[in-house]
T-cell receptor
């Protein structure tokens, strides 16, 4: 089954404690992306990757890091989380060699609470 | 930068009736792609329908159809014969034909279906 898998689904942690949210896709997609969703703001892109070792900032990259060492994986790293990073996070992927009309496939989301 | 506006934060519809969700966008590109995503209480992001700007014919998927007005930069979603399972947040999204594969989302419309 084609899917994007995020882990964990829920996480409560404290300010300053480094955390990583993993994302893996099994569709051999080139493009992967991270979004955060906040009430009244919709989804905003944090970082994206066009392919292995190619990453770039989205609209709200401050406080986040990413890496793309393998095509299937795109982890999101919070080096020193702060309460304003409490949010719902989505990983998404799509094919980039079959045209821009290809939809993004989303993971099930990760609810992060930073105390 | 492209912007996507959903002017209706909340809407409601009677079961079996028809409802239209509005979306407008701002872009200087001539070719682009538009999407509607549904987010039920389960938080999953589910593609509902997509439209290529160069196609004049409005996209249709079963009970879902769009009214795409390129000159007016409008992309509304019509849901016919509304069902209880249609209750969700609906997000309009834009992707340009150049540059990154970023999806720019509107802030969403929460649709309630009244039995």
């Amino acid at each position: 089954e084609a899917q994007v898998t995020q882990n964990p689904r829920y996480l409560i942690t404290v300010t300053g404690k480094k955390l990583t949210v993993t994302c893996s896709q099994n569709m051999n997609h080139e493009y992967m992306s991270w979004y955060r969703q906040d009430p009244g703001l919709g989804l905003r892109q944090i970082y994206y990757s066009m392919n292995v070792e190619v990453t770039d900032k989205g609209d709200v990259p401050e406080g986040y890091k990413v890496s793309r060492k393998e095509k299937r994986n795109f982890p999101l790293i919070l080096e020193s989380p702060s309460p304003n990073q409490t949010s719902l996070y989505f990983c998404a992927s799509s094919s980039s060699d079959r045209g821009r009309n290809q939809p993004q496939h989303f993971g099930d989301g990760t609810r992060l609470s930073i105390l | 930068a492209q912007t996507v506006t959903q002017s209706q934060p909340e809407m409601s519809v009677q079961e079996a009736e028809t409802v239209t969700l509005s979306c407008t966008y701002d872009t200087s590109e001539s070719d682009y792609y538009l999407f509607w995503y549904k987010q039920p209480p389960s938080r999953q992001m589910i593609l509902v329908i997509r439209q290529e700007a160069y196609k004049q014919q409005n996209a249709t998927e079963n009970r879902f159809s769009v009214n795409f007005q390129k000159a007016a930069k409008s992309f509304s979603l019509k849901i016919s014969d509304s069902q209880l399972g249609d209750a969700a947040m609906y997000f309009c999204a834009y992707r340009g034909d150049t540059g990154s594969y970023q999806l720019t989302f509107g802030k969403g419309t929460k649709l309630s279906v009244i039995p």
